[in-house]
C-alpha cells in the first residue's frame, strides 16, 4: 500500500519516522509531510495561522498528487477538520496516532473525522465512547530496539552512577515537588529546566538508564490519566530498572515486582528505592526481566503490526 505519514518533523529518531520506517521494512511505499517547520513563520504568534492554513493547502495538494492508499497522521494539531474531510474524500483511509491525552490536547472536531483514533489513553477512549465515537482503538506506546538498547558505561561514569535513582525529563513543577520530597536519596536529574540541565539524547541516556541502579518515572498528572507514557517502554527495553507510578494499564504492559517496580503513593515509593538500592543484583534481575518483556511485545513492529491488523478488520483495507 502507498502510505503518507504526515508527522511533526522528518527528523531520525523522532515519533512518526519509527512507523514509516517499519511501513517500508515490512514493503510499503511510504511518502513523508512533516507539518512543523523551524522557522520564524511557525514560530511567531501573529503569522502561526497563515503558515498552518498554508500548510494545509500544501497537505491537500500532497494527497491529490500521490494518491496514497492510507494517511497516518501523528498527533497533527494544526490540521483543519474540513481538509481532512476532504482527504477522506479522496479515497484514502485517515488514521491518527496520538501520543498524548486527547481530552485536552486535541479539538474534538478532529477526532471524530479519523477513520480510526489510536490512543494509549483508555481513559479518553472510555469518556470519547460513551457521547457515541466508534472509531477509536486503544494502541500503547512502544520502543524502538534500534534506539532503545543496552549500552556500554564507561567506568568512571558507571562509578557516578552506581547507587543512583535517576530521573530523566524535563522539569515541571510535579515533578520539581517529587525530587524535593526524596531529598534523603540519591536522586539525580536531567534534563531541561533543572539547574545545569539541557536535552540528553541518544547514547548519553541510554548510558545514564543502564548505569543508574534505578530509574524514576512519574507520569505527568494530566496527560497520563491511566495510560503508560513511551518512557516506560524506552527504560524496559534498555534494561534499566525502573520505579513507575501504577497505573491502570501498566500490569496488562509489564508485571509489577517482576518486571517494574510499581508504587501507589509515596510511602510505598520509599519503601521500594530504600529496598532495591540496598539490593542491586535484584534492581538489575528485574531490569533484565522488563527487556525481554519489551522486545517480546512491545515494539514499534507491534504496534504497526497491530494498526495493519485494525485497518483491515475496521476500515476494510488491506
Given at each position: 500500500m502507498r502510505w503518507?505519514?504526515v ?8 515519533m512518526g519516522?519509527?512507523f ?10 511510504v511518502d ?7 522557522n520564524v513563520?511557525?514560530k511567531?504568534?501573529?503569522t ?7 500548510l494545509?493547502?500544501?497537505?491537500e495538494?500532497?494527497v ?10 501523528v ?5 483543519a ?12 483511509a485517515?488514521?491518527?496516532?496520538f501520543?498524548?491525552?486527547?481530552l485536552?490536547?486535541?479539538?474534538f472536531?478532529q ?12 481513559y479518553?477512549?472510555r469518556q470519547l465512547e ?5 472509531n477509536?482503538y486503544?494502541?500503547p ?5 534500534s ?9 568512571a561514569?558507571?562509578a557516578?552512577l552506581r ?6 525529563g524535563?522539569r515541571?513543577p510535579?515533578r520539581?515537588r517529587l ?13 531541561p529546566?533543572w539547574r545545569?540541565g539541557?536535552?540528553?539524547?541518544g547514547d548519553a541516556?541510554l548510558?545514564?538508564y543502564?548505569?543508574?541502579?534505578l530509574?524514576l ?10 495510560g ?19 497505573k491502570?494499564?501498566l500490569?496488562h504492559?509489564?508485571?509489577?515486582g517482576?518486571?517494574?517496580l ?15 538500592l540496598a ?7 528485574i531490569?533484565?526481566n ?5 522486545l ?8 504497526v ?5 485494525a ?5 476494510g483495507?488491506?
Open positions: 503518507l505519514v508527522l511533526p518533523y522528518a527528523r531520525a529518531g523522532l519516522m519509527d514509516a520506517d517499519e511501513l517500508r521494512t515490512l514493503g510499503h511505499d513523508l509531510f512533516p507539518y512543523r517547520r523551524d513563520l511557525y511567531n504568534r501573529s502561526k495561522l497563515a503558515y498552518q492554513r498554508a494545509n493547502r500544501r497537505l495538494r500532497r491529490r498528487e500521490t494518491r496514497p492508499d492510507v494517511v497516518l497522521v498527533k497533527g494539531g494544526p490540521l477538520p474540513e481538509v481532512l474531510h476532504r482527504i477522506k474524500r479522496s479515497g484514502a485517515l488514521l491518527n496516532f501520543p498524548d491525552n486527547p485536552w490536547m486535541m479539538p472536531e477526532i471524530e473525522t479519523y477513520d480510526l483514533f489510536f490512543t494509549k489513553e483508555r479518553a477512549l460513551t457521547i457515541g465515537l466508534r477509536l486503544y494502541l506506546m512502544y520502543c524502538v530496539p534506539l532503545h538498547h543496552p549500552v556500554p558505561v564507561a567506568a561514569q558507571a557516578e547507587g543512583v535513582v535517576a530521573l530523566v524535563a515541571y510535579y520539581e525530587v524535593r520530597e526524596l531529598a534523603d536519596y540519591p536522586v539525580r536529574v536531567w534534563g529546566g545545569g539541557g536535552f540528553v539524547t541516556k548510558a545514564i543502564c548505569g543508574a541502579t530509574s518515572n512519574p507520569h505527568h498528572p494530566m496527560n497520563d490519566i491511566v503508560v507514557n513511551t518512557r516506560a517502554f524506552e527504560l524496559a527495553a534498555t534494561g534499566a530498572c525502573q520505579v513507575v507510578d501504577l491502570e494499564e500490569p504492559l509489564f508485571k509489577p517482576d518486571e517494574v510499581a508504587y501507589r503513593d509515596l510511602p510505598e515509593l520509599r519503601r521500594q528505592l530504600t529496598y532495591f539490593h542491586p543484583d535484584e534492581a538489575r534481575a531490569g533484565d522488563a527487556r525481554r518483556r519489551a517480546a511485545e512491545h515494539t514499534v513492529r507491534h504496534r503490526e497491530e494498526m495493519i491488523a485497518l483491515r478488520d475496521r476500515v483495507r488491506a
